[in-house]
């Protein structure tokens, strides 16, 4: 959908930009207090950096985030540049003739808006520009995608080629361990550098053989390298090139991996000399030095090893960094905390919404619901959104068609649609009416006093708005009951039974996902409901036209809720149930024998068993009730034992039979 590639675009800007930001103030950092800060505070800087680069991988945390507001945040001047990566779907239009929007017209709603978004025959304005924006941006995120996948590969490639080539030429290392360090220690073949490596969970130290001649420094890389151990710097050298990889399109990146990874040296550097003393300072830099002539290969950069070598230009700094040994004092200390503190509030939090720029809310739903139900509500409603138009410009011709507006807003991590529809005739308020998705749930605010009295629409007040926004309707607030293996529910969904809701039923077993793939093959999508052909369900209906009849407290028989349905099997009543069952085996016609020609013509023979989709329906209903209850296996799939089964293991609660 429209909105969720533009929300998706959004978030990878703001990425993108905060975290650029993000970096180019810790180098700044680096070099204003270059020799007034402990390096091991220098390299803990860099994980404000990656947690902002990480953060679009937990989308709770994102979405949390994403709520948060500050008039500190740089996305309040950023904003323009992160909109030029979102294209913003606009109004569309339906016919006027339709009747007042119900949630049974939900689906052929949503077709209407996605087909007239995505045609720009029907758009209000010209999409031409936003469709060469999309283009461009489809172009980049194709060669942003494939390059994180081929630059993930060679860093596998590598990896794995390292792990080989240090298993096969180790040898146990017979020198002086630090009693606090429990990781092996190999003498290896020629290889460029001392390192600390991981290798599929085993873990080792690796010497080159040259050092065998020379024991002392043998002993401070075996020092050095434990401290990497210590440090986990195996997984914080995955997370540098796992985000490389990932941002690898953004050349800040690529400078904030070379620099922390420089950093984490200095801050075991720290460690070692901690660890090995003070009288070893100087000696401890001989041996770096020593290590800055091995040569270096391709592979070193992104590595994820932790090597002591890493090239003669980062040498000097830790020999400098050595010689100077930087204290963080108390200023510094709190300097640098405000610095990181400032830096996190004005990256982590988004820019503030005030006015026209404010994104639709809750808020703003209530506040209209609240108003008298007449015209000038349109008018409180472009105080909001001011895009809704009041005259047409471009589809002159089409005078059968009105305007609506559908925007689309969050609400604790929900998506709700607002649809507003203004008449073309003479720029009056049709309707207003907000969708919480994906269960359909629907909300009339507004609809013309025709509209309810012909149809007994209900408007919502500001209470029922409220509640609207802060109750979630689910089958589990009605019934419980348990599911046979293999089978998961969906979830609630409004557009099943009259207003009652229902949910279906998900099945995990591959081979009835393929016989229920079979029977909807060819089958018209908008004209056959999805509970037809799903592997089962439960249903609520809250309408009184049901008619039931009932025989010494027995469910005897119910009127089919649906056309196109007869009986393949005798009805029975359900014992041992909560309340009056009756199983009533039924069968849906899936096609129309208009839809059934046209199909063959197309398709080629259907075979008669996938023309119909038949189902074991156990129906719940109480006399002094009008609400009725569903639940039904799909008989392809299940056996009449196992309906029954399910039956009995409805458990209804209090207010399941209320209205």
């Given amino acids: 959908m429209i909105y969720y590639r533009r929300r998706r675009r959004r978030r990878m800007a703001e990425t993108l930009i905060t975290?650029?930001?993000?970096?180019?103030?810790?180098?700044?950092?680096?070099?204003?207090?270059?020799?007034?800060?402990?390096?091991?505070?220098?390299?803990?800087?860099?994980?404000?950096?990656?947690?902002?680069?990480?953060?679009?991988?937990?989308?709770?945390?994102?979405r949390w985030f994403g709520s948060l507001q500050s008039p500190w945040s740089i996305m309040n001047?950023?904003?323009?540049?992160?909109?030029?990566?979102?294209?913003?779907?606009?109004?569309?239009?339906?016919?006027?003739?339709?009747?007042?929007?119900?949630?049974?017209?939900?689906?052929?709603?949503?077709?209407?808006?996605?087909?007239?978004?995505?045609?720009?025959?029907?758009?209000?304005?010209?999409?031409?520009?936003?469709?060469?924006?999309?283009?461009?941006?489809?172009?980049?995120?194709?060669?942003?995608?494939?390059?994180?996948?081929?630059?993930?590969?060679?860093?596998?490639?590598?990896?794995?080629?390292m792990g080989k080539r240090l298993m096969k030429q180790r040898t146990p290392y017979e020198g002086p361990v630090p009693a606090w360090s429990a990781v092996p220690v190999y003498w290896t073949g020629d290889i460029p550098t001392p390192c600390y490596f991981v290798y599929f969970g085993k873990k080792g130290i690796y010497l080159p053989e040259r050092l065998q001649n020379d024991p002392e420094a043998a002993r401070h890389v075996v020092v050095h390298e434990a401290c990497h151990a210590g440090h986990r710097d195996h997984i914080w050298g995955w997370l540098r090139c796992v985000l490389l990889c990932c941002y690898w399109i953004n050349p800040f990146v690529w400078l904030a991996g070379y620099l922390s990874k420089r950093d984490c040296e200095l801050s075991c550097d720290e460690a070692a000399v901690?660890?090995?003393?003070?009288?070893?300072?100087?000696?401890?830099?001989?041996?770096?030095?020593?290590?800055?002539?091995?040569?270096?290969?391709?592979?070193?950069?992104?590595?994820?090893?932790?090597?002591?070598?890493?090239?003669?230009?980062?040498?000097?700094?830790?020999?400098?960094?050595?010689?100077?040994?930087?204290?963080?004092?108390?200023?510094?200390?709190?300097?640098?905390?405000?610095?990181?503190?400032?830096?996190?509030?004005?990256?982590?939090?988004?820019?503030?919404?005030?006015?026209?720029?404010?994104?639709?809310?809750?808020?703003?739903?209530?506040?209209?619901?609240?108003?008298?139900?007449?015209?000038?509500?349109?008018?409180?409603?472009?105080?909001?959104?001011?895009?809704?138009?009041?005259?047409?410009?471009?589809?002159?011709?089409?005078?059968?068609?009105?305007?609506?507006?559908?925007?689309?807003?969050?609400?604790?991590g929900e998506t709700y649609r607002l649809l507003v529809s203004v008449l073309k005739e003479d720029g009056s308020l049709d309707y207003a009416s907000v969708i919480r998705e994906p269960t359909g749930e629907w909300l009339n605010i507004y609809q013309t006093p025709e509209a309810v009295e012909n149809y007994g629409m209900i408007l919502a007040g500001g209470e029922e708005t409220k509640e609207f926004f802060e109750t979630h309707a689910s089958m589990a607030d009605y019934v419980t009951y348990r599911l046979p293996e293999g089978l998961t529910d969906s979830g609630y969904r409004a557009d099943l039974g009259d207003g009652g809701g229902g949910s279906l039923f998900l099945t995990e077993d591959e081979d009835q996902k393929a016989r229920l793939e079979e029977l909807g093959r060819y089958v018209d999508r908008d004209s056959v409901p999805d509970a037809w052909l799903a592997a089962g369900g439960i249903i609520r209906w809250n309408a009184d036209y049901l008619n039931r009849r009932f025989d010494t407290g027995s469910l005897k028989e119910t009127a089919i809720p649906w056309n196109h349905t007869s009986y393949w099997g005798e009805l029975v009543?359900?014992?041992?149930?909560?309340?009056?069952?009756?199983?009533?085996?039924?069968?849906?016609?899936?096609?129309?024998?208009?839809?059934?020609?046209?199909?063959?013509?197309?398709?080629?023979?259907?075979?008669?068993?996938?023309?119909?989709?038949r189902m074991w329906y156990v129906f719940f209903a109480r006399p002094?009730?009008?609400?009725?209850?569903?639940?039904?296996?799909?008989?392809?799939?299940?056996?009449?034992?196992?309906?029954?089964?399910?039956?009995?293991?409805v458990h209804f609660k209090e207010e399941a039979f209320t209205p």
């Avoid at 007034?36 to 950096?49: D, K, N």
């Fill in 77 to 161: 001047a950023a904003a323009p540049l992160a909109d030029r990566l979102a294209v913003r779907a606009h109004a569309v239009t339906v016919p006027s003739g339709a009747v007042p929007v119900s949630p049974g017209q939900l689906g052929a709603v949503h077709a209407g808006l996605e087909n007239a978004a995505a045609n720009p025959g029907t758009a209000l304005i010209s999409g031409a520009e936003q469709a060469g924006l999309s283009g461009w941006i489809v172009l980049f995120l194709g060669i942003w995608i494939a390059g994180s996948i081929l630059l993930f590969l060679w860093l596998s490639v590598v990896h794995i080629h």
């Fill in 573 to 613: 009543s359900v014992e041992d149930c909560e309340v009056p069952a009756l199983l009533e085996p039924l069968c849906h016609d899936l096609y129309t024998p208009s839809s059934l020609e046209e199909a063959e013509k197309r398709y080629g023979p259907i075979p008669e068993e996938n023309q119909t989709s």
């Fill in 274 to 412: 901690l660890r090995l003393g003070e009288a070893e300072r100087f000696a401890y830099g001989r041996t770096l030095i020593a290590m800055a002539a091995g040569r270096r290969t391709p592979w070193n950069f992104l590595s994820t090893a932790s090597d002591i070598g890493n090239g003669k230009k980062s040498m000097k700094e830790r020999i400098w960094t050595l010689a100077h040994h930087p204290k963080t004092g108390p200023v510094t200390a709190l300097v640098i905390a405000a610095a990181a503190i400032v830096l996190i509030v004005c990256t982590f939090t988004g820019k503030m919404r005030n006015g026209a720029d404010s994104v639709p809310g809750m808020a703003e739903i209530v506040a209209l619901s609240e108003l008298p139900k007449d015209q000038n509500l349109l008018e409180a409603i472009r105080k909001w959104w001011p895009e809704i138009p009041s005259e047409d410009k471009e589809n002159e011709t089409e005078a059968e068609l009105n305007y609506v507006n559908q925007y689309l807003f969050s609400y604790r």
């Fill in 19 to 62: 975290s650029s930001v993000i970096i180019l103030m810790l180098c700044a950092i680096r070099i204003l207090f270059k020799g007034r800060i402990r390096p091991t505070v220098q390299y803990g800087l860099w994980g404000i950096a990656a947690a902002r680069l990480a953060l679009p991988c937990f989308y709770p945390v994102i």
């Fill in 624 to 649: 002094d009730s009008d609400v009725m209850y569903a639940i039904y296996l799909n008989g392809d799939l299940y056996k009449k034992e196992d309906a029954l089964k399910l039956a009995r293991s």
